[in-house]
């Protein structure tokens, strides 16, 4: 069993509609728990994270984290086609020894 | 400006071949990280190096080896190439916080 499990979709979707991504994980030390977003023939880039539990957001996106369920969100609110990418969930404990795990990746399509 | 840039973008080369795979970073960054993403997209750390030194080493096999010249750069050179090898290689770094990482386009590998 992976230590972070995320559904690799594909997700497909119309125009304007709200976007649930999921990763749930079972590693208790983990604390840091990031959103990066993959478009196709690119590299990774951060969307967002969160150190420990609660909701953040920033424009369009909110992650949550609910570390008693150690289950992680982000939502995509009014999605736009330019959203069609890949969405890797990653987490990372508090030594700080850099060692991202990163989920499987969700490839979410968001159709005009 | 390129902030994490890796050359070459794509190697396509026989089994048994040695490859190198260079990678800069312009972001004053102290830690520098080899990733590998296998065709199903699952991203996962090989190495890490913090001011030149060593600080992660995941079970990668003996061919690989990661050389850091300087904060600014971290090379892969793997020997003896292998069918198995085939994938996408991305170069990172991150600032003494870890959480967020910076990643190159990639790098696709292909042996044939």
């Known amino acids: 069993q992976k230590e972070v499990e995320q559904d690799p979709g594909p997700l497909s979707v119309p125009e304007g509609a709200i976007v649930s991504l999921n990763c749930t994980y079972s590693?208790?030390?983990?604390?840091?728990f990031m959103w990066y977003r993959q478009y196709s023939r690119k590299g990774p880039e951060l969307l967002m994270y969160?150190?420990?539990?609660g909701n953040k957001e920033d424009g369009r996106f909110t992650a949550q984290v609910d570390k008693s369920s150690k289950y992680i969100s982000l939502f995509i609110r009014d999605s736009q086609p330019s959203d069609s990418a890949t969405y890797l969930c990653?987490?990372?404990?508090?030594?700080?020894?850099?060692?991202?795990?990163f989920g499987q990746g969700t490839t979410l399509q968001v159709k005009p | 400006d390129t902030a994490v840039s890796q050359t070459p973008k794509y190697l396509v080369t026989q089994m048994g071949n040695d490859k190198s795979i260079k990678c800069e970073q312009n972001?004053?960054?102290?830690?520098m990280y080899w990733y590998k993403q296998d065709s199903k997209k699952f991203l996962k750390i090989m190495f890490s190096?913090?001011?030149?030194?060593?600080?992660i080493n995941e079970t990668v096999p003996n061919r690989f080896s990661p050389k850091s010249p300087d904060k600014a750069h971290l090379n892969l050179h793997i020997n003896s190439l292998e069918l198995g090898d085939s994938a996408v290689y991305f170069c990172?770094?991150?600032?003494?916080?870890?959480?967020?990482?910076?990643f190159g386009q990639g790098t696709r590998l292909t042996v044939v």
């Open positions: 972001l004053g960054h102290d830690t």
């Open positions: 990172a770094s991150s600032q003494d916080n870890h959480v967020e990482a910076f």
């Open positions: 190096y913090n001011n030149k030194e060593l600080i």
């Open positions: 990653a987490m990372t404990g508090s030594s700080n020894t850099g060692k991202l795990i």
């Open positions: 590693n208790s030390a983990f604390q840091y």
């Open positions: 969160t150190y420990s539990s």
